[in-house]
């Protein structure tokens, strides 16, 4: 009899685990969406700047997300080995490795990141404000990364629709705090351009405090021991740094690449092309986060039937997850082609705007149908075990995409356009390499 952390491969199971994550993936993402539109009607000049401090916050999101991965998939391990008294030990670990990461970052932030932007960016204005910026948004982190760290234990221990309650307060949070503090409205100060920053973090401890009295409300700590363990403990360290090592530098080298493309847009192609570029990445935001709910499913699944001792079933749980991910991807990909315009005007900028936006927007369309077959293979090397393959795999594919967009917006100086072809170009190569290594069936003697 199929205990209750245990899976099966319908697409009722998988729904159930990827709708929830889909909302709980929307919490960053909707953050920085949520910012980008109330800065686009503060100015142009905001929305650029945007791009900067935005994608400089989610590579440390990324990291964070990459320990939520590994982290995810021991706990969907132990789940199908049918071993939850392993769990709580784990999730505990995981909390005091992520305190450490955000610590570090904090300090990469006031110490490293002004030099290098400094070095990097033409415009003296540009410069000042994202520090200024950085400075108050690198703050949140602590919040975001305990948030993750619960998101891996709901989404492993099977439990996944409790992650929607969290998302709910940090996305209306959000707003409220956006509208208040960027425009000095209901009597609270006019902040501008930071005001984003303060309204984040607020954002982000309310949705760390809401799930964590869902733990406490449904029982979940008890369930695992959540709470009980303070110490150190090197074995289940040791586990969790193996696994999820590669995935933090996977996902940190994946989203600085996105940082060296808007750093070479904005010497490229000044404040409309590096405007257009945040809007794109807006899609990739909040379109991609339902892609991504099926990859990250696929992590946890695969792991969870490898638990079961049921190798044989992986092949048919991978493509019946990439059949459900295509057909979002594809319904996705029909919107944004058929309303270009009515996406770009949320921003309230001009014609110019969007007319520069509009065939970007197409190409970004087609490249989200790749990134959803693409992914779910990633996730699938990733749930096998095999992070370092994983890591392989997302360095190859950046190595070849930083060289093509170096080539293209700095030394031949194209349009913005041919700088977001890159994407098809990372997708193609991810997919790729992740499907070869599946078919090699490799990943069946690995033991975590």
């Known amino acids: 009899m199929k205990s209750k ?35 686009g009607h503060l100015s142009e000049e905001a929305l650029a700047i945007a791009s900067i401090t935005g994608v400089y916050y989610l590579v440390f999101a990324g990291i964070g997300y990459g320990l939520n991965n590994g982290l995810q998939a021991l706990i969907s391990r132990r789940a199908g080995e049918n071993r939850p008294e392993e769990i709580g030990k784990i999730f505990h670990q995981g909390i005091l490795i992520a305190m450490g990461i955000a610590a570090t970052g904090i300090l990469i932030t006031y110490f490293v990141a002004p030099l290098i932007l400094k070095a990097t960016l033409q415009s003296p204005s540009t410069y000042e404000k994202a520090v200024s910026f950085l400075y108050i948004r690198i703050w949140g982190l602590p919040f975001l990364y305990v948030y993750q760290m619960r998101n891996a234990l709901l989404v492993g221990t ?69 709470f009980k363990r303070s110490k150190w403990e090197n074995a289940i360290s040791k586990s969790i740094l193996s696994l999820s090592g590669p995935l933090v530098f996977q996902h940190a ?10 750093i070479l847009v904005e010497r490229n192609s000044g ?6 570029s945040n809007t794109m990445r807006n899609i990739f935001g909040f379109f991609g986060v339902f892609i991504w709910a099926f990859a990250s499913t696929t992590n946890s699944m695969v792991s969870n039937v490898i638990g079961q001792n049921k190798k044989e079933e992986v092949f048919g749980l991978i493509k ?14 029909v919107i ?16 110019d705007f969007v007319n520069a936006g509009i065939p970007v927007i197409r190409l970004v369309a087609f490249a989200m149908v790749l990134m ?18 994983t890591f392989l795999i997302e360095l190859a594919a ?9 080539l293209v917006l700095e030394v031949y100086h194209l349009s913005i356009f041919w700088g977001w072809m890159s994407e098809l170009l990372y997708w193609s190569i991810l997919f790729l390499l992740s499907y070869t290594y599946m078919r090699s069936g490799k990943w069946k003697k690995i033991v975590v």
Do not use: H
């Open 5 to 39: 952390l245990q899976v099966d491969i319908s697409n009722a199971q998988i729904l159930k685990i990827a709708l929830p994550i889909s909302l709980a993936l929307l919490v960053p993402q909707l953050n920085f969406i949520i910012n980008n539109v109330f800065l």
């Open 158 to 226: 099977n439990q996944s629709k409790y992650l929607v309650a969290g998302t709910l307060a940090e996305a209306l949070s959000n707003v409220f705090f956006d509208y208040t503090l960027i425009f000095g409205k209901l009597g609270f100060p006019a902040l501008g351009f930071n005001g984003a920053a303060y309204a984040s973090i607020i954002a982000e401890f309310m949705g760390m405090l809401v799930i964590y009295l869902v733990l406490k409300q449904k029982k979940i700590d008890k369930q695992f021991s959540l």
């Open 253 to 262: 080298i994946s989203i600085i690449s996105w940082l060296i493309f808007y």
């Open 271 to 276: 404040q409309t092309g590096l405007a257009v």
């Open 320 to 333: 019946k997850i990439v059949r459900l991910n295509a057909a979002i991807a594809v319904i996705v990909f």
């Open 336 to 351: 944004l082609n058929s309303f270009p315009s009515a996406y770009l005007s949320i921003y309230g900028l001009d014609k």
């Open 372 to 389: 959803s077959v693409a992914t779910v293979w990633l996730n699938a090397v990733t749930g096998t075990g095999n992070s370092r393959r």
């Open 398 to 406: 950046i190595s070849f995409y930083c060289l093509y967009v170096f």
